[in-house]
């Protein structure tokens, strides 16, 4: 199966082209435009572009889309996915409008070929209630005021990864068949979890970072909540905030309501703290000179991963694996470092020398570490392509009476 995975941002258009072969996946294609002031004229160039190449069969388009409020999920992207994109467009304005569009395209260029969205909210449908509410008024939670979660693909790839990678095939085969089957397939108990269980948290630390915890394959928390704006500090946006600091700086700084959004969207977060940039290789190139603002900045940032990770971690009561993803994640040993620092009490031992080798794929825990901790890479278009074959596999068997 040819899988075309499309990833629309607001003035950006990028796609990979994946043949899936069972387990193996192997890319084909890629490409990518920036500026874009229309997205049809540049999916009719990449569509150009894959005809020249060769590639002129495309099985199915996937798209790791954001948030459709109740509508999660993986699943075939129609009318009601559009639908369900712009009318959460208000807490996703980058990306959902874009997405609508990119899906109606699609639609009307090639209209035989399935189109399935990945929502980045999918991996956290089974999170228990206390988890994902707020304190707010009923009405408020009936008006979709509550966590939904983010970066789901990256997650449950973690997920699915680390089982592998520790010799759990169970949970690894759970983890996969999640969104066909649901959290209580591969031999699970009454209660939804395995009779030896797994706890992972993951870290995906990149331009936008968050925190979740992982009990056998299955999400039960995260750091981000209603909309990507949440959690961790991220590169420009603020993460969590006190909700009665946004009054508070419309009084004293007489702001309006758009003045307080763009602010806290687009000069927040890392670059708000330090000043300097909102690339921590910047930031920490600042902090090495002595700036103590970029200094802070990073400070502020550990400690509100150590604080997610360390919430996770009690309410499992401990951690198999602590995995760190994403640009961040991957390729800053002195960050994995102040994460992993005076934690060897609760049974995670950093090995320094492997630590500060930066390989790939690999675990970085000491040899008497009762917790392992793991680098592994992240690649969301592949977890959207691996997705959107399993989904219309699974669906191509039930109609053929299979399973």
Known sequence: MNVLVANLGSTSFKYRLYAIDGAEARMLARGGFERVTDHGAVIDQAMNELAVAGHKTIDAVGFKTVLGGDITGCLLADEKVEQALLATADLAPAHNPPYAAGIRTFR???????????????????VPPSAH??????????AGIRRYGFHGASHKFVAERSAELLGRDDIAQKVRDLYIAGPQSSGTLASGLLASGLR??????????????????????????????????????????????????????KLSLEDVEKQLTKESGLLGISGVSNDVRDIKAAADKGDARAQLALDVFIYSI????G???????????????AGIGENNSW?????????????????????AANATEQNLAAADSRTQVLVIPANEELVVARETARLLQAKAGRVNGEG
């Open 133 to 142: 509410r707020y304190a707010v008024p009923e009405a408020w939670y009936q």
């Open 306 to 309: 150590r604080h997610w990770v």
């Open 335 to 355: 960050l994995r470092a102040a994460v992993c620092e005076n934690l060897a009490g609760l049974g995670l031992v950093l090995d320094p020398a492997k630590n």
């Open 311 to 325: 919430a996770f971690w009690l309410e499992m009561g401990g951690c198999d694996a602590l995995v760190f993803t």
């Open 108 to 126: 009307e260029r090639l209209p035989a070929v399935p189109r399935v969205a990945l929502f980045e909210t999918a991996f956290y449908q089974w």
């Open 200 to 253: 992972v948290i993951s870290c995906h630390l990149g331009g936008s970072s968050s925190v979740t915890g992982i009990r056998d394959g299955v999400a039960i928390g995260t750091s981000m909540g209603l909309s990507p704006q949440s959690g961790l500090p991220q590169n420009n946006r603020v993460g969590d905030l006190d909700s009665g600091a946004i009054p508070c700086a419309m009084r004293r700084l």
